[in-house]
Structure formats: structure tokens, C-alpha cells
């Protein structure tokens, strides 16, 4: 921490953003806020990264959820850093609609540690885009501030405008699974400037929350039908059970 830091710190004590406690510096949670969180580890779906409450004894690509064997995703790969419950939903929300956008470099360590596997073979990091409109209200898009941050760490390009959203589309929180692939649907598209960018690369979709895969399925989709290798995808939170409301 430099001294401009830590006299500001002296001045204006840095608190968690979830509990409201002093804490060593900007963005962090407190002790009680990090015992909240449920981090995803092994064992797991290997194509959604669902996980599971126990070892099945499959290991690696053989580890696949009944979902996923039934139904095989679009993307190659998905992966989360914690279970989308109360605990980690107070720290997104707080991330996307209170300006506390000092706790993405917080997130990084977390999204290191579960996209480990991911990273080797990706040419460019590319986040799901929000219409223009929600962007002026908003000030800033979630995914693009989490991938900006990341690049900076895992040396992976990231292309911001590679993907646009060309129609706006209703909040999908209140949306079931069906409505809500019928919502993004053709919602995407690949920016032009950036097709022959992506073509034959190895891409990961960033997002904050992966709910039933919808919105990062269809953007997946329109990536690979641009061109794209291969898409796998990464997210902050994802949920497990269904949340509704």
C-alpha cells in the first residue's frame, strides 16, 4: 500500500461492503463476510460446473452432470467461483448497483483459482455486453470491469466490443428457464470490426452470475457461429438452486 493509500485510509477507514466493518483496504470483506461464502471446488460438472455433493469417482472430461449428458451444453466449459446465495448475491449487488466497483480486484484471486484449467489455451477474454441503455443507467458494465482486471493479471487480451447487444431486453430475474432463452434470443451479435479477430480462437465469456445459462449460451452460440474455436465460460457466482423473485 502506498502512502497516498494508507493516509487516505487513516482518514477515511475502508470498509466491508457487505457488514460495513473496517477493513485493511478498499473492496475487501470482513472476516465475517468471507466465512458467509460458499466457494465451488472439486467435485464438479466438468462441462457446466454444476457441483456435486459428492464424489461420483469419475475424474476430468469423464465427470459430467445428468444435465449435461442429456442435454450437452453449447460452450465447452463452465466455471464459477462461489454458489449464488445470500452471502455472495449482497456482495454482487453491491458490485453492480451501489458503485462498489472497488471489490473486483478482490474477485480476481477467487476467479484465479477456479479458472485455472481455462486459462492455458485462451486467446482473448470477451464479456456478455449490456444494451446501451442499461449502460447509461448503470455507468459501467460488470463483466467488462471484471474482465478488464482479470486480463491485467492472467496476460489474456481482452476485446471489449467483441460482442454487442442489438435489441434490449427485460430483466431476466424474475424470468423462468424457458423465458428467459426465449428473452436473449438473437439478442447478440459479433461486432463486424472483430470477426476475422476471433476467428479460430479459444474465447472466455465473462459474466458475474451463470443462472440457467441462457444468456451465456446464446452469446456462446453467436461467437461459435462467427467463427470462434472455442468458447468456455467463467463467471463471479452461479446459482444451484432456482432462484426466484
Known amino acids: 500500500m502506498n502512502m497516498g493509500n494508507k493516509i487516505l485510509n487513516a482518514l477515511l477507514p ?65 466455471r464459477a467461483a462461489l454458489i449464488y446465495d445470500d452471502a455472495s448475491r449482497n456482495i454482487i449487488l453491491a458490485f453492480k448497483h451501489a458503485d462498489q466497483t472497488q471489490s473486483v480486484p478482490v474477485f480476481i484471486p477467487w476467479l484465479n483459482r477456479v479458472g485455472k484449467d481455462i486459462f492455458d489455451q485462451a486467446d482473448y477474454l470477451v464479456p456478455v455486453p449490456l444494451h446501451r441503455w442499461r449502460i447509461w443507467r448503470r455507468r459501467f458494465n460488470q463483466a467488462a470491469l471484471i474482465a478488464k482486471y482479470l486480463s491485467s493479471d492472467i496476460k489474456v487480451e481482452t476485446l471489449l466490443d467483441a460482442l454487442e447487444r442489438n435489441r434490449a431486453t427485460v430483466t431476466q430475474g424474475h424470468l423462468q428457464a424457458r423465458e428467459r432463452s426465449k428473452n436473449v434470443k438473437n439478442a447478440f451479435r459479433v461486432n463486424p470490426k472483430r470477426l476475422r479477430q476471433i476467428r479460430g480462437k479459444n474465447i472466455i465469456l465473462i459474466d458475474d452470475v451463470y443462472t440457467t445459462g441462457a444468456t451465456v449460451s446464446e452469446c456462446a452460440k453467436v461467437l461459435l457461429k462467427g467463427g470462434a474455436a472455442n468458447v468456455d465460460i467463467l463467471t463471479l457466482a452461479r446459482v444451484v438452486k432456482p432462484v426466484r423473485g
Open 14 to 78: 475502508s470498509r466491508c461492503i457487505v457488514t460495513g466493518e473496517i477493513v485493511e483496504a478498499q473492496g475487501m470483506v470482513s472476516p465475517k463476510a468471507w466465512g458467509a461464502l460458499n466457494f465451488i471446488g472439486d467435485p464438479y460438472c466438468y462441462r457446466c460446473g454444476f457441483p456435486f455433493d459428492f464424489d461420483t469417482g469419475a475424474k476430468g472430461a469423464d465427470n459430467i452432470c445428468a444435465g449435461c449428458q442429456k442435454n450437452p451444453p453449447i460452450f465447452n466449459r463452465a
